[in-house]
């Protein structure tokens, strides 16, 4: 009896076959952006004299491998960091600060012009642990800007609106406020409580 040979596979059409699956999930696959922490570099200052900072206007923030927090040298929990910088940024120390409403501790910040919270972390720190003290950190500046909204809101005709709803209106291009002088606003209250967190390398 007579060998039969075995069929032959038509692979021609495998390489269109490939370039069409390689197109649909190439289409059909979603990619994900990363999310990060939104910062802005303070601009270079061309100035050739040594600034001097005063140890009384820094609030040391250092974490640790273990995610442990020590705040000026002192174990803290995270949910005491925002009240601790607070109190901090709005002590008014120098008196040169007259809407602080501080404790006017003498030992403690200046103004919050001058005071600077310093964030230290180590390599073993976990990212969920250095983004809530990021956060808590900007929460504090938040409170003092809302609050000084507050205040100054009414004067200039933004009565119960807080910093960050003056943000949002600004940011709206369907608000029919005035615009000039709302950004004035958030200009003078960013000028009071500047956001000034440095990240210790």
Same mark, same amino acid.
């Given at each position: 009896m007579a060998k039969r040979s075995a069929p032959e596979v038509n692979a021609g059409s495998m390489a269109d076959i490939a370039f069409l699956l390689l197109i649909f999930f190439l289409v059909t696959t979603t990619i994900e952006k990363d999310s990060g922490i939104n910062r802005k570099l303070p601009p270079m200052e061309e100035s050739e004299e040594d600034v001097v900072i005063k140890q009384k206007n820094i609030f040391t923030v250092l974490l640790n491998g273990k995610d442990q927090l020590l705040v000026e040298e002192e174990l803290m929990e995270l949910?005491?960091?925002?009240?601790?910088?607070?109190?901090?940024l709005d002590n008014g120390g120098d008196? *040169?600060?007259d809407y602080c409403n501080g404790a006017k501790n003498? *030992? *403690?910040s200046d103004n919050p012009d001058k005071a600077i919270i310093s964030l230290k972390n180590e390599r073993e720190t976990s990212y969920a642990a250095y983004i809530s003290v990021q956060n808590e950190l900007v929460a504090a500046y938040n409170v003092l800007r809302n609050k000084r909204a507050l205040e100054v809101g009414p004067k200039n005709g933004f009565s119960g609106m807080s910093f960050i709803e003056m943000q949002n209106n600004y940011k709206?291009?369907?608000w029919v406020g005035n615009r000039t002088k709302l950004k004035e606003v958030i200009d003078q209250i960013k000028l009071e409580y500047p956001q000034k967190l440095s990240e210790v390398q």
């Open positions: 949910k005491d960091l925002r009240e601790a910088a607070v109190e901090f008196g *040169s600060c003498p *030992s *403690s709206n291009v369907q």
